[in-house]
């Protein structure tokens, strides 16, 4: 993975210009480094090859094809397209294993609300084993099962990032509304995989950040039985992560963060 360097201010980008340009002739190479370094520069990761799980998906659809168009090589993975199913594990282990690593950026962008009913569960009295188990198996176990294969598929000596589309509903400390119990509970259950997962992976590979994020409540098939709330696009929703995966730095891994880049409590 390669990095470019974006200056925060147009005044630090003529500074920069300046110190390019050669214009002093006595400034040695160690202190137009030092004068870089006090520009408080921003590092941008420039991603070379991803693999999205879930790209049929309305976000995941939307993060690849903005990485593509960002010249990143993407390798998608799902379940109407390839029958790649978290309800069927012997399809996901095949094509995980089939793939050639390394991948800069794995991505788990796939989820469901619900399947065996039209909503979740308001009340205690509408749980039922299979919708739980269902949940559990394309929220949890699916993402689980991917991340296992993340030490092989990442590289060990340089940048990269593995993260799985969560939901602020996985939040247990920010659940006041109550109800929504094999989603919430599927989510938080992914959340500890995710921070689980980051500490052995920290490990062996030392530049690797393995997140949970909140992509925001976003305007896809995902959210269309909730009309009233306010939603914002794909591509909005895409271009927020993308942010927050650019500037994600190994000291966060094993976090969760919203598409604003501020975390989430747990
Ligand atoms: N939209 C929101 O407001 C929102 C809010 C919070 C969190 N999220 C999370 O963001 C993620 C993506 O949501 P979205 O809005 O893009 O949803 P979406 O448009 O409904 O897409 C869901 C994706 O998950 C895949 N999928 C569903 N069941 C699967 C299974 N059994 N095996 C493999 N893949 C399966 C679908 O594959 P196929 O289409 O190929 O069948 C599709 O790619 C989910 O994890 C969701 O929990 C979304």
Excluded at 34 to 63: F, Y
Excluded at 116 to 145: C, H, W, Y
Excluded at 231 to 255: C, E, M, Y
Excluded at 256 to 262: D, K, N, V
Aim: proline letters at 5%; hydrophobic letters at 40%; aromatic letters at 6%.
């Amino acid at each position: 993975m390669r990095r470019i360097y974006t200056c925060r201010a147009v005044n630090e980008k003529s500074k920069f210009a300046g110190l390019m340009s050669g214009s002093d002739p006595k400034r040695d190479c160690g202190s137009t480094l030092k004068a870089l370094l006090s520009m408080h520069c921003t590092r941008r990761a420039v991603l070379e090859r991803a693999l999205i799980i879930g790209d049929s998906g309305g976000i995941g659809a939307k993060l690849s094809t903005t990485l593509a168009a960002r010249g990143v090589d993407i390798t998608g993975l799902s379940r109407s397209r390839d029958a790649f199913d978290f309800a069927h594990p012997e399809s996901v282990e095949s094509r995980l294993a089939a793939l050639e690593p390394p991948f800069d950026l794995i991505l788990v962008a796939s989820g469901q609300l619900c399947s065996s009913r039209d909503a979740p569960e308001k009340s205690l009295r509408e749980l039922s084993a299979t919708e739980m188990a269902s949940q559990f198996a394309v929220n949890t176990i699916g993402p689980a099962l991917v991340l296992r294969h993340a030490p092989r598929l990442m590289p060990r000596r340089s940048r990269s990032v593995f993260a799985a589309l969560s939901a602020r509903v996985g939040s247990i400390s920010d659940n006041r509304a109550g109800g929504w119990y094999s989603y919430r509970a599927s989510k938080a259950a992914l959340n500890q995989i995710v921070h689980t997962g980051a500490i052995e992976l920290a490990r062996t590979h030392k530049q690797a950040t393995c997140v949970a994020l909140h992509p925001g409540t976003v305007a896809t098939s995902f959210t269309r039985n909730y009309p009233g709330h306010q939603k914002v696009t794909p591509n909005r929703a895409a271009f927020n992560l993308l942010s927050v995966i650019d500037a994600l730095h190994p000291d966060q891994t094993g976090g969760f963060f919203e598409a604003t880049g501020a975390e989430v409590a747990w």
